[in-house]
């Protein structure tokens, strides 16, 4: 008996399963989406066609079709299909699999190795992969939701082709939704149910392009319909069945990092629509607030500098306002901080001078600081020269003494510009005069 006889899929699928699970397309013509890879002439489309698709990680959201199209390709291909998933699989069992593909690929016969979630692996256990992928003894497809830049080995992602699936749009999910409302063989065509005007749209706008959660949602709303006695399927029948939409959101991977950005960003561009926007989209997605605040405060430093100072002061008391009223009553706080950034003047003139003087400790190091700057308590220390020749810049005109600051080698050194933005504006000014009076100092002495 082959290990690989207890991975053979059922022929049919039966009435009792899920209703994504029984709709799930069988050819590529089914297949719904993904057109830029298995439309006509794409290449995915053709590397399957031709019968040698190879090695590939799937990337993409959830309910994009990884999963279907890694069957898809087996079933055309004629090849054994095996599933394994990351989560609930180790790679000790993947390992016998992968011994077995390769001794019935010496009798001719193809193995696609399916691994849903194979980002769940370290590096350590994805290098176990490489010498069957290298050797040709079966056909490794990944799925992941993490970008495989990260979370994939290098070695086996130059083995791979990365192939990147994109949310099914809202007029491809009602297609589907459709279909499986008048498929009587695998859908709900037996109920003879009908849908109202934009019942089927409410459903796809819930799902955020994944397939598999419109037609839960879809067979949700049906057995409510069911219970009711109903036959028509209306927007507020799915509101009662799906209660409240639930966002993509990874708070550990890149949609993470994608909407902090798109919120960083939209402040920097001064758009204050686009600002609260994706404000809105973390907290209701579930982000934490303080992680949230924590980058606002960041973005009136990095951001608006000294152009518009009171920014700092504004986003730590909506900071503060977070942390004493918590979700969603200090909500409003973080709003108003995001706006007010948004709105503000713009300047990273302090930003690019605490680069360039951190560029500068890292390559010059631990420049002496010079002796007149030097306090000097002791006698031995006013001996050495320490506090010699210090001008107390209170008892000079103008508060500015022509005195060097700057340790040896970085004299000519001018890290801060400010710009004509906002109080920066009067900065700029401000510098302009402490340079006069420094001229003035040097011509006096």
Not at 42 to 58: Q, W
Not at 92 to 100: A, H, P, S, W
Not at 330 to 343: F, I
Request: glycine fraction near 6%; hydrophobic fraction near 40%.
């Amino acid at each position: 008996m082959s290990l690989f006889d207890q991975f053979d899929p059922p022929a049919t699928v039966g009435r009792d399963a899920p209703l994504p699970e029984r709709m799930r397309p069988r050819t590529l013509d089914e297949f719904a989406g993904q057109a830029h890879l298995v439309g006509p002439g794409k290449p995915l489309r053709v590397a399957i066609e031709g019968g040698e698709p190879g090695s590939m990680i799937f990337w993409g959201p959830p309910g994009t079709g990884k999963t279907t199209l890694a069957k898809i390709i087996a079933k055309t291909t004629s090849a054994t299909f095996i599933e394994f998933s990351a989560v609930t699989s180790g790679i000790k069992e993947i390992k016998q699999v992968m011994v077995d593909a390769e001794r019935a690929a010496s009798h001719g016969l193809r193995t696609i190795l399916f691994v849903d979630e194979i980002h769940r692996f370290n590096k350590a256990q994805q290098d176990a992969f490489l010498p069957y992928v290298e050797r040709g003894a079966l056909r490794l497809i990944g799925a992941t939701t993490e970008n495989p830049s990260f979370e994939v080995n290098a070695a086996l992602l130059s083995r791979s082709r990365v192939y990147v699936l994109q949310s099914i749009s809202n007029d491809e999910i009602v297609t589907l939704l459709r279909t499986a409302l008048s498929d009587e063989e695998r859908g709900l065509g037996r109920l003879h149910l009908t849908a109202a005007e934009g019942a089927l749209e409410s459903i796809a706008s819930f799902a955020n392009g994944d397939a598999r959660y419109a037609l839960n949602a879809l067979e949700t709303s049906a057995h409510l319909l069911a219970g009711r006695g109903e036959t028509t399927l209306t927007q507020n029948t799915v509101q009662d069945a799906l209660q409240q939409r639930t966002l993509l959101y990874d708070k550990n991977g890149e949609q993470h990092y994608d909407l902090i950005s798109a919120l960083h960003k939209s402040v920097r561009n001064s758009d204050a629509d686009a600002s609260i926007y994706w404000l809105r989209r973390m907290l209701a997605a579930g982000e934490d607030p303080m992680y949230v605040a924590r980058r606002v405060v960041r973005m009136a430093v990095e951001d608006i500098g000294l152009a518009a100072p009171e920014a700092l002061n504004l986003t730590l008391s909506a900071q503060q306002a977070m942390h004493f009223l918590g979700s969603p009553e200090g909500d409003l706080a973080l709003a108003q901080a995001v706006v007010y950034l948004a709105l503000a003047p713009k300047s990273n003139a302090l930003y690019v001078a605490f680069n360039e003087a951190t560029a500068d400790v890292n390559a010059i190091g631990a420049q002496p600081v010079p002796l007149h700057l030097r306090n000097a308590p002791t006698r031995l220390m006013k001996d050495l020269g320490y506090a010699k020749d210090y001008q107390y810049a209170h008892d000079l005109p103008g508060k500015v003494a022509d005195m060097e600051c700057m340790p040896p080698g970085l004299e000519s050194r001018n890290y801060y510009q400010p710009t004509d933005q906002g109080r920066e504006r009067q900065l700029a000014q401000r510098m302009e005069e402490i340079a006069r009076a420094k001229e003035a100092a040097k011509r006096n002495a």
